[in-house]
């Protein structure tokens, strides 16, 4: 999505090399998935700054990417008539993510408390990006008619203070982009819970807008954002031993509305790549009922070509089908079937 020579020659320290890249990049995985008490030292310098901008913020951008591209034409052109505002902007991840993939939007915020990552923020724009689209502040500002993205930083500002902003500037889309973890679901799908009893829709993933039918299980529903990646990115990540290839994410879209979007009985969401055999695709979807569905999709349903990218998918896309019958297990055939691939 990026250039990344560019993002690497922008960074707060440059001069750092791969091996030291990678290993800055370990000690802040380490705190982001397991310690989490001192998130805030992981922002502590410019090197771990760097590290961050070198590792996370290339890759992150793709989930907007995902998300914008399983969205309507219509909702698109709506979101880029709002100003959009990145909470927990970090160095603008979603930030720049958005100002590429909207060209009509008009106004782009970064907003975060650390002052360290809005130097990085504007270094990148500075020497790479040069986007007059663009600005960052240190605090929300109160303006109308906004999106707001919260990008790995609900989990971090905490659930109440994200709902009491929102709450106060009443945006008209709310964008979450988090850990795919279970424990971030659950967080996720208790704003679900609130934001519905307010004015929003729930317009990704969920198909339908009734209870979630993980809510209260132990099981949860992600997306996997499989992405290829540049050579240099690729390298970094395996120094550092980390995966970036297969993202899992915890992706909502919600929408400030009072109408009821026509329902498409046959849509569905999928939520899980089950298993490939020989004859079939096992998937997991999640209907416009809220009910889970196990499907088994024969291959012969489609041309060869299109094998090709299924065998590639991402969890999170829609699809339409219709049922040839039930087979055993609560699994379903599928006879005729739609899906929605870029
Ligand atoms: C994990 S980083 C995410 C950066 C970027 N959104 C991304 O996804 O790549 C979390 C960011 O949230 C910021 N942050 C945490 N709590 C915040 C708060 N209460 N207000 C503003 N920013 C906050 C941190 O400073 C940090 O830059």
């Not at 002052?115 to 724009?125: C, R, S």
């Not at 500002?141 to 790995?152: A, C, K, R, V």
Request: aromatic residues 10%.
């Amino acid at each position: 999505m990026f250039d990344y020579d560019a993002i690497l020659n922008s960074l707060l320290n440059p001069k750092l090399n791969k091996q030291q890249l990678g290993k800055l990049v370990q000690i802040q995985s380490q705190q982001f998935t397991s310690e989490r008490k001192n998130l805030k030292e992981n922002y502590s310098n410019e090197d771990l700054i760097s590290a961050y901008t070198a590792f996370y913020f290339p890759t992150n951008a793709y989930k907007l990417d995902f998300l914008f591209s399983q969205l309507s034409e219509e909702s698109l052109s709506a979101i880029s008539e709002t100003t959009i505002i990145d909470i927990g902007c970090g160095p603008g991840t979603y930030t720049y993510a958005a100002a590429n993939l909207l060209p009509n939007a008009k106004e782009f915020i970064g907003v975060d408390e650390s002052e360290l990552m809005l130097k990085q923020a504007k270094k990148l724009n500075d020497e790479y990006f040069k986007e007059d689209r663009v600005f960052f502040k240190n605090r929300v500002p109160q303006i109308e008619n906004s999106t707001l993205i919260f990008g790995n930083s609900l989990n971090e500002m905490g659930m109440k203070a994200a709902f009491k902003l929102i709450k106060n500037l009443k945006p008209k889309f709310i964008i979450c982009i988090e850990p795919g973890t279970k424990e971030v679901f659950k967080e996720v799908l208790e704003l679900r819970r609130k934001l519905l009893n307010l004015e929003y829709k729930v317009n990704y993933p969920c198909m339908g807008q009734g209870r979630c039918p993980l809510q209260e299980t132990d099981d949860w529903c992600h997306q996997s954002i499989k992405v290829s990646l540049d050579y240099e990115l690729e390298s970094l990540s395996q120094v550092a031993k980390l995966d970036r290839k297969v993202m899992p994410a915890t992706i909502h879209l919600y929408r400030l509305s009072d109408e009821n979007k026509p329902v498409v009985e046959n849509e569905a969401r999928l939520i899980r790549l089950k298993r490939i055999v020989k004859h079939a695709y096992l998937w997991e979807v999640c209907t416009i009922e809220n009910k889970i569905v196990s499907l088994e999709v024969p291959k012969k349903l489609f041309k060869k070509k299109m094998l090709k990218q299924l065998d590639a998918i991402s969890s999170g896309i829609k699809l339409s089908y219709t049922i040839d019958k039930e087979l055993e297990n609560s699994t379903f055939r599928v006879k005729e079937i739609e899906v929605e691939i870029d």
